[in-house]
């Protein structure tokens, strides 16, 4: 064992070789040695298990080889770039909307220089952050203004901060609702220091049960869309317009936390119907909060919208400057939103609207031309089929709503269901990973969900 120990190359004599000097050269000397050590306690460690010398340990141009390799992987971000086959549009863990044209470039203006941010250009005093976005907001949905966070969940923590702290909220037991990711309206709440009020029963809540819930500690009625699922069957629920009668004769101010948000009427796509943001201010409704990188297609945002006294004291509670956006987020936003205000070019411009509006002739045009591309790679292991398939909003939109789709099918030669699971792990270990869904024994690429098509069959040709 110790002469195996003795093998193992010394650190200083392999940066005096030309290829060490190359390597201090690229990555520094800190970075390179570091890693030489770690690589050497490896080795060092596989002797004492199991009596040998690793194959990268051979020869001191192997050991450096390997040590370049390392480097050079040590370079690349973890948070990297995949193909979405899944058919979900908006994919929580995979990042939700893609950003629009307009919306990167405003964003890599303001990575790279600075923007007027809080900067009143006309008037040459300090202004607000939120005021670009607040009067391009206003314009689209004929609310007042609006107050941009991290967050929807953040939205809606601030507005029960602001405006419930110590006090009650009254909530349809129908509308307590979890959106993932410890996003409970009942923990958020708790949060925001305000105490959760109940009324009806799962399926059904009426106008009555909220009249009787008020009582001088109500601070607010709560609104939650039921995104992630839907009551089916013997319900019941209060609408807006009647909430906001029934606080007004009360005194008592009405929020709707709205999810996805449309700012467009989806049914003129072709599309499942999503309650849109302007409806609800027409309805009255004191604040809505809705996401950014929902069905709007930007940036993940949370966007409070409302009349102009109530914005200003959400703008002026401390936690608002916990949630606030920072200047990328808040110009690729408003990049975003400049869009909607040329309605006609939106299926064009908007990644999101241009996935979901697809049609069916030119994703199967891409599926044929993603079949082709597999069958050179794979048609000895696998039956390569084009499929109908039903894609999917994702991220809380019309939960039960099926969007047609087409997708590639893979389905194994052979019985062996490890073959299913090999093939989803080689997809992964592509330089961009191809993410599809498995079911029914097959894997299936669906191409509603695929932002670039060209980008993909490259990576496929990889295989
Ligand atoms: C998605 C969603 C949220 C959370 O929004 P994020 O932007 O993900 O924080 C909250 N409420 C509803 C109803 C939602 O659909």
Known sequence: ?????????????????????????TFGHIATVNMM?????????????????????????????HIQQQLQQQRQVNIQPVHNLTGTVLHTNLGRAIWSEAAQQAAVNAMRQNVALEFDLQQGKRGHRDQAISELIARL???????????????????????????????????????GGAF??????????????????????????????????????????????????????????????????KGIPVITDLGSGALIDF??????????????????????????????????????VGKQEWIDQLQRHPLKRVLRCDKVILSGLEATLRLYLEPENLAQSLPTLNA?????????????????????????????????????????????????????????????????YQLVTQLKTLSQPIIGRIEADKLWLDLRSVADIEALLTTVNEL
């Open 37 to 65: 050590r770690i690589q050497l306690e490896k080795a060092r460690e596989q002797i004492k298990q199991h009596q040998q010398l690793p194959d990268y340990c051979q020869t001191e141009q192997s050991f450096l080889q």
């Open 141 to 179: 949905t004929g609310a007042e203004a609006a107050c941009v966070v991290n967050n929807n969940a953040a939205a809606v923590l601030l507005m029960l901060a602001t405006f419930a702290q110590g006090k009650e909220v009254i909530i349809s037991r129908g509308e307590l609702i979890e959106i």
């Open 356 to 420: 979901l509006t697809a049609d069916l002739t030119q994703l199967t045009e891409n599926a044929q031309q993603l079949q082709q591309a597999l069958q050179q790679k794979l048609a000895e292991r696998f039956e390569i089929a084009i499929n109908n398939s039903d894609a999917q909003i994702g991220s809380g939109s019309q939960p039960t709503a099926k969007i047609p789709s087409i997708a590639v099918t893979l389905q194994p030669k052979s019985t062996k269901s490890e073959d299913l």
């Open 267 to 304: 049914r003129e796509y072709g599309l499942p119907y999503e309650p849109q943001v302007q409806q609800k201010v027409a309805a009255g409704v004191d604040l809505i909060s809705f996401s950014g990188d929902k069905l709007l297609g930007g940036p993940q945002a949370g966007i409070i």
């Open 184 to 249: 409970r309206i009942p923990d958020i709440m708790a949060q925001a220091g305000c105490k959760l009020v109940e009324v009806g029963t799962t399926n059904r809540t009426h106008l009555r049960d909220y009249a009787q819930a008020i009582n001088e500690n109500t601070a607010l009625l709560l609104k939650v869309h039921s995104s992630n699922y839907q009551i089916v069957g013997f319900t019941t629920s209060v609408s807006e317009e009647e909430l906001v009668q029934l606080g007004k004769e």
């Open 1 to 25: 064992m110790s002469a195996l120990y003795r093998q193992l190359p010394a650190i200083d004599r392999l940066l005096k070789t030309e290829f060490g000097t190359q390597l201090l050269a």
